[in-house]
Structures are given as C-alpha cells and as structure tokens.
C-alpha cells in the first residue's frame, strides 16, 4: 500500500515522531513521509506512531493509496530530500 502521512505534532514530540516515521517511510519535506508498506508494517507503523503522540494535540493524516495507476508526482523548486524509491 502506498502512504502519503503528513503530521503537525507538539514541539517535544517532532524529534521522536521524525525518527519513528524515518524507519518506516521516506522523508520528503518537513512533516511529510511518503513510501510503501505491506498491511502489517503500516499496522505497526500506527500502533508506533499512537503510542508516542498526545491525541489531545496532535495531529496525524495519513493517504492511502490503493493504486498509483492514476497519481503523479510533481515538484516545484528545490526537492528536500532526494530519494529513489519515492511515490
């Protein structure tokens, strides 16, 4: 399954939250991780991330997407963290 997960989360949490979603997914832009993970690694990458944040605070949306058939990716300046294996 393809992610596109996007997170606002509280000052003391961004360095924890950035580390745990970087074993899962590629980092694209501040607060933003893109890749693809098999069911149980985007169930375990959940139960990580909800463990870790406050649900009162915190803010966390992910995309799932099914097919990539129909997306297309496109970039507008300077690309922050260039990878290979991106969506």
Do not use: C, P
């Not at 970087?22 to 501040?30: E, I």
């Not at 690694?41 to 992910?62: L, V, Y």
């Amino acid at each position: 399954m393809n992610i596109i997960l996007v997170y606002d989360v509280g000052e003391k949490r961004v360095q924890k939250i950035h580390k745990l979603l970087k074993r899962y997914l590629n980092w694209v832009q501040n607060s933003v991780f893109e890749g693809e993970l098999t069911y149980g690694q985007f169930e375990a990458m959940k139960n990580d991330i909800i463990k870790r944040m406050k649900t009162d605070e915190d803010s966390i949306i992910i995309y799932s997407l099914g097919s990539l058939k129909y997306t297309k990716r496109e970039i507008i300046g300077i690309e922050k963290n260039i990878t290979d294996n991106l969506i």
